[in-house]
């Protein structure tokens, strides 16, 4: 137990300091390291004769930096100040990463760089290089990471360090949780800016309401229209199929998952809708693409290409599925349990409990959940490209039936930037620019509203 | 709501209940009602499970077909054919994955300790943070809800056209900055949920032995909080393998390796873009799409296994 004597009481800085003989050995290669790369800043010999006389100001400066700062690391670990050991290995750290990235890319462009991957030997081969080549020019480094972390407990830290650093992470901190605001007002300020040569240029209203897309990139600028009505259709109408379709699917089977499956086929439910909402959309669109398609192109319609709003409604029904599902499932979990027992307890039959009960008492849950869903469905990119047909005019019905409307082509917001983005050029990229400004506001407003809905319940 | 508006339900059902009483049919009826009603979510149920078995299935099944070493060792070779294999989109997608996570881990995480460990005390503390914390949660609830194509819009606009030095352009580079933004908001929420888990009294026994706060949270609640914050970060992961709108206006879609952080790429899941869209090989598509759901399958499974490891763990603590 007196051994234990002089470590409770850290913050007095003795003379006797027992500093190990590899901190020693590193303090001064660090120092003399320092040094002789600041003279060989300093008496390097220039290439031009003429330039030896006068030294620029900023070798000088640098050299001075140098040796400052490889005086100030060598003190610091001479002392054994814990902040400079901390400070070297996050450095060493950094350059280690970088290098290593270097080394990985190297590696893996033999490998993988041809047409085809050299065979087993040469990956061994390469690996073993790669991995002597880290050893050989890391060694020094490692080395030094090493014996730093070894020596911990021979460094101390004082009680007025461990304060600025409690403060001084403090900053660190708020910055990050400050990050997301940031981006999202990074949004904000680079799509408007990229989209207001359009605004100014075509118009707001022009552009909303219009009814023809005729960009400049393709016909030349002078007939250019940029009329986005026909794609805010597009995505309205996939998203109300989406909803038709989906939202019996999505909110019975959250009432399936909450009141009426028994235990186990929860267990095996729950993977499964988690998996549906991992699945890339690119997989769903495929699958649209494949089988979807020519299952629709049997209905017998004139013009039907089995690509359309249909087979977009379809894809998105699934894919808003778990998102819906889950969210309506929380909001009727989180219905107390009294309701439902004092209501069961009156004699009511399961499902009267849950019709006139429980889903009254989670009904702004399950609204939100809904909005979520649209919101979900209005974002949408890349699975719908892939199946709507992307046609830029106006969605109509392909015969005098109605409901052949979902059987036609389509485009929407979403897909509008995708498919033209990459080679838009002048107004055409920047009205595409102000339709994800339109995009972002129409869904931060879905958003909002069921944040608002879930906070009411939360509070009631 | 509660109280007034659920009274009148209830009261209906009471209603209906006397009037059961009178007319035995009714409860006949009653029961009917419900055999039908608990159909349909059966089938809503099934279907929806059903759905993703067709899918699953016959993306696997018809994937696998043209899965082989071959295949998994040759990169495609470009052009409408769509001949090749895939080996180089798996490359390129292991790279987005570190790249964008090394970028958001930090960020993401740092954010949720200062938004659970200190943003309490901060906003007793001073009317100005409580508001600009305020902020920051309401920033982090709208990133959370930005559609993928927009991230696209945004690093497009700033990462590969204005930053063009910095980034090379189209680049892993400028796509993990994107989709960093985009899994940011992800690692946030489940960093701060896995933070919140980890009971009260570790932090006060930290504290009460003389650890400062930053003491305390590095040694105490981080690793508390790890199995939780780790399955976050599988999330995320999924969520980049996932990803192709970002992708497909910022990484330039070169099939080729990519050689370092500033030349362009193609990951897996765009290549089943491009492959579906741009060519007719659509037996390739389905099988990089196999070898993706497969990744996906993979991860889901690590964030089944953590959180129930997890939750295990909390279990057992406040207990």
């Not at chain 1, 462009?109 to 002597?132: D, T, Y």
């Not at chain 1, 002078?222 to 109408?237: C, D, N, S, W």
């Not at chain 2, 590969?160 to 690692?187: D, E, Q, R």
């Amino acid at each position: 137990m007196t051994e234990q004597q002089p470590s409770s009481a850290p913050e007095v800085m003795t003379g006797d300091v027992r500093r190990p003989l590899i901190v020693t050995a590193i303090a001064l290669i660090w120092t003399l390291g320092a040094v002789a790369a600041a003279g060989l800043l300093l008496f390097r010999r220039p290439e031009e004769a003429d330039a030896v006389t006068t030294l620029p100001a900023t070798t000088v400066a640098a050299a001075v930096v140098v040796v400052g700062l490889g005086l100030l690391v060598g003190w610091g670990l001479w002392t054994l100040k814990n902040w400079t050991r901390t400070a070297m290995i996050g450095i060493l750290g950094l350059v280690g990463l970088y290098y290593g990235t270097l080394v990985v890319f190297d590696t893996f462009a033999q490998i993988f760089g041809g047409e085809h991957i050299v065979p087993l030997l040469e990956i061994l081969k390469n690996s073993g290089l790669a991995l002597l080549r880290v050893l050989a020019t890391g060694a020094v480094p490692l080395a030094l990471i090493y014996g730093l972390t070894r020596t911990e407990s021979h460094f101390r830290e004082t009680t007025r360090e461990r304060d600025v650093t409690n403060r001084s992470v403090w900053y660190v901190l708020i910055a990050a949780a400050l990050s997301a605001i940031i981006i999202v007002l990074l949004i904000i300020l680079f799509t408007s800016k990229e989209a207001w040569q359009a605004i100014t240029g075509v118009g707001i209203l022009e552009m909303i309401f219009g009814t023809i897309w005729r960009p400049g990139s393709i016909i030349g600028v002078e007939g250019a229209q940029y009329g986005m009505l026909p794609m805010i259709v597009g995505a309205l109408l996939s998203t109300f199929g989406a909803m038709v379709l989906g939202l019996p699917l999505s909110l019975g089977a959250a009432i399936l998952l909450t009141e009426v499956a028994p235990a186990w086929v929860r267990e095996l439910f729950q993977p499964a809708i988690e998996l549906l909402a991992g699945i890339p959309s690119v997989v769903y669109g495929l699958f649209g693409m494949v089988i979807l398609a020519p299952l629709i192109r049997k209905i017998p319609v004139q013009a039907n290409s089995g690509f359309g709003l249909l087979n977009a409604s379809i894809i998105l029904a699934i894919m808003i599925l778990p998102t819906v599902t889950n969210i309506a499932r929380d909001a009727i979990r989180t219905v107390p349990k009294a309701y439902k027992e004092g209501s069961l307890a009156l004699g009511t039959t399961h499902w009267q409990t849950i019709r006139q009960v429980i889903l009254p008492a989670a009904r702004s849950g399950i609204v939100a959940a809904v909005i979520l869903g649209i919101g979900r469905a209005l974002g949408e990119t890349m699975a719908l490209i892939m199946v709507i047909g992307n046609s830029i005019a106006m969605p109509r019905s392909l015969n005098d039936n109605p409901l052949t409307l979902f059987l036609g082509t389509a485009r929407t917001l979403t897909g509008n930037i995708a498919v033209e983005i990459n080679y838009a050029t002048g107004a055409h990229r920047s009205a595409l620019f102000f339709s994800g400004v339109l995009l972002f506001f129409m869904i931060l407003a879905v958003n909002s509203l069921a944040r608002y809905l879930t906070r009411e319940r939360l509070a009631s | 709501m509660s109280g007034k508006e659920l009274s009148t339900p209830i009261a209906e059902v009471m209603m209906e209940d006397l009037t059961v009483r009178r007319d035995s049919g009714n409860l006949a009826r009653c029961k009917l009602g419900q055999v039908v009603a608990f159909g349909v979510f059966w089938l809503a149920g099934l279907l929806a499970v059903a759905a993703l078995l067709w899918i699953v299935g016959y993306v696997l099944v018809e994937g696998f077909q043209v899965i082989d070493i071959e295949f998994l060792t040759t990169r495609p070779r470009g052009g409408v054919s769509g001949e090749g294999g895939m080996s180089t989109t798996i490359v390129t997608t292991l790279y987005l994955v570190i790249f964008t996570m090394f970028l958001a881990t930090p960020i993401g995480v740092g954010a949720a300790i200062y938004l659970t460990e200190y943003a309490v005390d901060a906003a007793r503390r001073s009317k100005v943070l409580a508001r600009l914390i305020q902020i920051a949660r309401t920033g982090v609830e709208i990133l959370a809800g930005v559609p993928s194509i927009i991230y696209g819009l945004f690093g497009f606009a700033l990462f590969v056209v204005a930053m063009k030095n910095f980034t090379g352009g189209f680049s892993i580079l400028s796509a993990s900055l994107a989709g960093a933004c985009m899994v940011l908001p992800i690692i946030i929420r489940t960093s701060e949920e896995a933070l919140l888990a980890v009971p009260c009294s570790y932090r006060e026994g930290s504290l009460a032995l003389g650890a400062t706060k930053w003491q305390t949270i590095t040694q105490v609640v981080l690793p508390a909080a790890l199995p939780g914050i780790v399955t976050g970060l599988i999330l995320s992961v999924g969520r980049i393998v996932a990803e192709t709108a970002i992708f497909w206006v910022t990484i330039g879609g070169s099939y080729r390796l990519p050689t370092g952080v500033k030349s362009a790429g193609r990951p897996m899941a765009l290549h089943v873009y491009m492959l579906a869209t741009e060519t007719r090989a659509f037996e390739k598509a389905m099988g990089t799409a196999a070898i993706l759901i497969l990744t996906i399958v993979i991860l889901n499974l690590f964030i089944n296994l953590s959180s129930r490891y997890y939750s295990k763990q909390v279990m057992g603590r406040t207990q």
